[in-house]
């Protein structure tokens, strides 16, 4: 089966294109303020209603009121809605059914108990991503740091076999390491964002092109 790739945090036209062209899956857009990857709602519409047929738009937001989640979906419609925050299971159902939307939920590996949680989602979430917890405990950011865990936790775990393929991979990838994290965790989704970028919230396209060459090659 082919690998899934998302390319997060894009914030232009071209980034996407250059991302569809090169064979990625999903492209993710970003709401949320603290980080530099974050657009507006009317710039993720726009960038939405421009986005290939070939890719679906996945909106990312950390935590969000009810009134944000409700503008976001209607304004933007996403194909899918991936939450970064502390959301919970009930909260993660209830939205799903009232937005009609698919949604997938990050959570942060800190350790083999960590991913245990993962089993709450289930009927919860469509799609569970592992990513690396902040670097700090004062990071405003709940992922696109650069971080990665270790992917050997991922191996056998009971949590993570019984998702089946609705699971993905984040946290520290880049064009140079995603296929050695394919070989080691059979990852069915893989999610870059930071490892992509000449500086921080700016996507290099070559790094983009890498990326998605070494993944569907792995």
């Known amino acids: 089966m082919r690998t ?3 390319i997060c945090g894009l ?14 899956s999903h492209v993710g857009l970003v709401h949320f303020e603290p980080s530099p990857r974050h657009v507006s709602l009317a710039d993720a519409k726009r960038l939405r209603a421009g986005a290939p047929g070939t890719v679906k738009t996945v909106l990312l937001l950390v935590d969000p009121s009810a009134d944000l989640l409700a503008r976001a979906a209607a304004e933007i419609r996403p194909d899918i ?17 009232k937005l009609g939307v698919e949604v997938w939920k990050a959570m942060a590996v800190r350790d083999a108990e960590t991913l245990g949680s993962a089993a709450n989602y289930a009927g919860a979430a469509d799609r569970i991503l592992f990513d690396a917890p902040p670097p700090s405990a004062g990071s405003t950011l709940p992922g696109g740091n650069g971080a990665r865990f270790d992917w050997n936790l991922l191996k056998g775990h009971s949590a993570v076999a019984s998702l089946g393929k609705d699971w993905g991979l984040a946290g520290g990838l880049d064009p140079a390491n995603v296929a050695e994290a394919i070989r080691a965790t059979g990852a069915p989704l893989v999610d870059a964002s930071s490892g992509l970028e000449s500086a921080a919230g700016v996507k290099d396209m070559d790094r983009i092109a890498a990326f998605c060459k070494a993944a569907l090659n792995a």
């Open 4 to 6: 899934l790739i998302k």
């Open 81 to 97: 809605i991936q939450f970064h925050g502390k959301e919970s299971p009930d909260m993660l159902a209830n939205m799903r059914a």
């Open 11 to 24: 914030s232009t036209a071209r980034t996407i294109a250059a991302a569809a062209d090169a064979g990625a």
